[in-house]
C-alpha cells in the first residue's frame, strides 16, 4: 500500500450515514469536515439503536485520513481512523468512539468498523458507509458540495453555516443547531491553518506559471 502524492488544499464537509435496514441495528451519523492541508478530519458522531432503553451515544470526533492503494495499481481507498468523547481532545473525558472507515477515492461509500462504550462495556460495529447531505444543497450555493479543493469565498464562515444555521434556528431543532454551530466554531478555528496554506497555493502558482 502507498499513499497519495497529492495534496489538495481545501476545507470542505462530508455527512455519513453508517448502518443497515435491519430491524433494531445502530445507526451512526457522521458529520466530518475534512481540512486537507494536515489530511485531518473533526466533527461529531451521533449513534442511536431503537432499542429498549434506546441507545443514544454523542462523541465529538477528530481523528486523520490517509491514502490507501490496495489490490492493483490505480485502485485507491481512503482510510478515515478517528475516535471521540464528550468535548473533544482538548477535554478530560474518557474517549467512548473509535473508527476505522475505508471509502473509495470520490469519498461516497465504503465500509466502517467502529465501537462505542454504552455505558458498560465496548459494542463493535461493522456497516455500510454512504454519502448524504446533513442540510439542505441550497444552503450551499457558493461552495460545492463535491468533496475536493474548496477555498471557500471571504468571510469564509459565511457560505457554508450562516444559511443552515439560520434554517436550524427557524425550524427549532436544538440537536441541528448545536452540532452546526459546533462545526462552524471547529472551521473557525481552522482559518488562520487554511489562510497559510492558501498563501501557499498561490506562491506555488505564480512559481509555476512564471515558467
Known sequence: MSGSNQQP?????????????APGAQSLALN?????????VSGTATITQATNPPLDVHSDVWGEY??????????????ITAQGNNGGPGSNSIVNFKLHLVVGSDWREGVANY??????????????????ESVPSNAY??????????????????????????????SGDLAQMKNLARLAQQQLDQQPQL??????????ISRQERR
Open 32 to 40: 466530518l469536515l475534512v481540512f486537507t492541508p494536515e489530511q485531518t
Open 195 to 204: 489562510q497559510s496554506a492558501l498563501e501557499t497555493a498561490k506562491g506555488e
Open 9 to 21: 488544499v481545501g476545507l470542505f464537509p462530508l455527512c455519513y450515514r453508517i448502518g443497515t435496514s
Open 66 to 79: 490517509t491514502y490507501l492503494t490496495v489490490m492493483s495499481p490505480g485502485v485507491s481507498k481512503i482510510l
Open 141 to 170: 450555493k457558493s461552495v460545492p458540495l463535491e468533496p475536493g479543493p474548496v477555498i471557500p469565498a471571504y468571510p469564509p464562515i459565511m457560505p457554508l453555516y450562516a444559511a443552515p444555521i439560520q434554517s436550524a434556528i427557524a
Open 115 to 132: 465501537e462505542y462504550y454504552n455505558g458498560e462495556r465496548w459494542v463493535q460495529v461493522t456497516a455500510p458507509a454512504h454519502l448524504v
